[in-house]
């Protein structure tokens, strides 16, 4: 079976739900002031977003496998164009909401199939080429940044942002039911008619209870930062908004380097070390951010939190999906429903904290969460050490 086309359609995939994820906190300040959203509407919005992407998950990591990987993937593509053009033609922020569900949950099941196709294709190599999978979800999180204040030039409104995304999509589905009608046998790889996995077996696990727990402080630590850093730039410290943005292109340039390049590291230290070194550098990061005001140290805050928490998923999932390949499905559902947990906590948290004391102390969120973030993990390497001694 020929691998390339598969892996191509999956790292475009990501490329553009990298794009697509962080959109939603580059694009707040101009939403928020166009459809008269208060901090708590916009909490409430990331929430519903990150609620949506739980359902995904589940649905995802349960059912998914009954299906051909990239017809589903083809299907899900078309349905997140059509939901991103409605998106981008409301005028209200009421309906915003059911909408956002709706993202979140086709996202999701995207994500989720994504990893699992690319584990199954190279499970030799499983690390590193979710690695790279992630990578390019990383490098979209990085590009959007960029070629948004480059469209805003031109066209300054935040919905055009949106129909650029839909657009990408469009040809990305198309292309995945081209690949899935010319690899007919790759459904026999992707479907397991007649039964789903079972997610509460998994989590009885202790170690994969602990990676749950991982993935809750991973999210709120990401997408706290992802979806409010803008704002709190912005109207926390009083950095113009187009320099903000740029400042967030730092933090998802670290991701990318992180992705990019942990795999290499795991030469000289274990997975378990990895992870800590990770996670130490995403809390001083986070502290940095909340601890500075000069454009040097927001700079370097921004590339230090990037650094620890973009190798942090993919290196997770895959030490997991090591252990018990055969759940493979359910682990990346796991990993993706702890990550939207936080992600939902993180947003909606935020939005109250901001509406009672301002953005300015709301922030404190990203570091606490880093702080969790790295409890976790040292629980979850001192459960990992003695299976991966004993194998």
């Known amino acids: 079976m020929s691998r390339a086309a598969p892996t191509a359609v999956i790292f475009s995939g990501f490329f553009l739900l990298g794009n697509l994820i962080i959109l939603w906190g580059i694009l707040l300040p101009d ?9 708590s509407i916009s909490g409430l919005f990331f929430s519903l977003l990150s609620m949506g992407a739980i359902f995904g998950a589940v649905m995802g990591g349960k059912y998914a496998q009954r299906f051909h990987f990239l017809r589903l993937f083809a299907s899900l593509a078309l349905v997140e164009t059509l939901l991103l053009l409605l998106f981008s ?7 915003l909401l059911p909408l956002i569900v709706l993202v979140g949950m086709t996202y999701a099941v995207m994500f989720t199939v994504g990893h699992t196709l690319i584990a199954r294709l190279f499970a030799n190599k499983r690390a590193a080429m979710m690695g ?6 990383s490098l979209g999180t990085l590009a959007a940044p960029l070629w948004v204040v480059v469209l805003f030039w031109v066209l300054d409104d935040w919905r055009w942002p949106l129909r650029f995304i839909a657009l990408g999509l469009l040809l990305l589905g198309f292309y995945s039911l081209y690949v899935a009608k010319a690899q007919p046998h790759m459904a026999s790889k992707a479907e397991h008619k007649g039964s789903s996995l079972s997610y509460a077996k998994v989590l009885r696990q202790p170690l994969f209870f602990l990676m749950f727990l991982v993935m809750i402080g991973y999210g709120a630590a990401e997408w706290g930062q992802g979806n409010w850093f803008v704002s709190y730039a912005a109207d926390g410290i009083g950095i113009e908004t187009e320099q903000a943005r740029l400042l967030l292109a730092w933090f998802t340039g670290g991701m990318v380097l992180s992705r990019l390049g942990f795999a290499l590291l795991l030469r000289w230290c274990s997975p378990a070390q ?52 055969e759940n493979g499905p359910v682990l990346s559902g796991i990993a993706s429903i702890g990550t939207s947990v936080g992600f939902q906590f993180a947003g909606l948290a935020t939005g109250v904290w901001a509406q009672q004391a301002g953005i300015l102390q709301a922030y404190w969120l990203v570091p606490l969460a880093c702080a969790w973030l790295l409890l976790m993990i040292l629980l979850f390497c001192r459960r990992l050490t003695p299976l991966t001694a004993s194998a």
């Open 274 to 325: 990895l992870m800590l070194l990770l996670a130490s550098l995403a809390l001083s990061g986070a502290l940095l951010l909340k601890l500075s005001v000069g454009l040097p140290q927001l700079t370097a805050g921004n590339v230090l939190l990037g650094l620890g928490i973009g190798g942090l998923f993919p290196l997770m999932l895959a030490t997991a999906m090591d252990i018990d390949s």
């Open 132 to 137: 790279l999978m992630d990578f390019m979800f």
């Open 89 to 95: 033609f409301i005028t209200r922020w009421q309906l």
């Open 31 to 39: 939403m928020a002031k166009d459809l008269q959203m208060s901090t």
